[in-house]
């Protein structure tokens, strides 16, 4: 899982408080989320612009050995 800030993000802070990992930082004004991440979802459900979205990264395929 991967997640991301989209342009509706305001800066609000709200998601930096209840992040576990302290893994948002505020970058010109607009939340980013950096790899501490540990995908636990908190922040998605604080957000109220909806600005936080993940998205499903695809397995790394092995050569099958
Ligand atoms: S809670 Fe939402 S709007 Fe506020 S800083 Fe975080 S991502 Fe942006
Ligand atoms: S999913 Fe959890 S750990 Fe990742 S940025 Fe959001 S609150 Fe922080």
Redesign the pocket.
């Known amino acids: 899982?991967q997640?991301f800030i989209t342009e509706r993000c305001t800066g609000c802070e709200t998601?930096i408080d209840?992040?576990?990992?302290?893994?948002?930082r505020i970058e010109k004004g607009r939340a980013e989320?950096?790899i501490?991440?540990?995908?636990?979802?908190?922040?998605?459900r604080?957000c109220s612009e909806g600005a936080?979205k993940?998205q499903m990264v695809p397995p790394v395929l092995s050569d099958g050995k």
């Open positions: 899982m997640y998601c209840v992040c576990p990992t302290d893994a948002i989320i950096t501490e991440c540990v995908d636990c979802g908190a922040c998605i604080v936080i993940m």
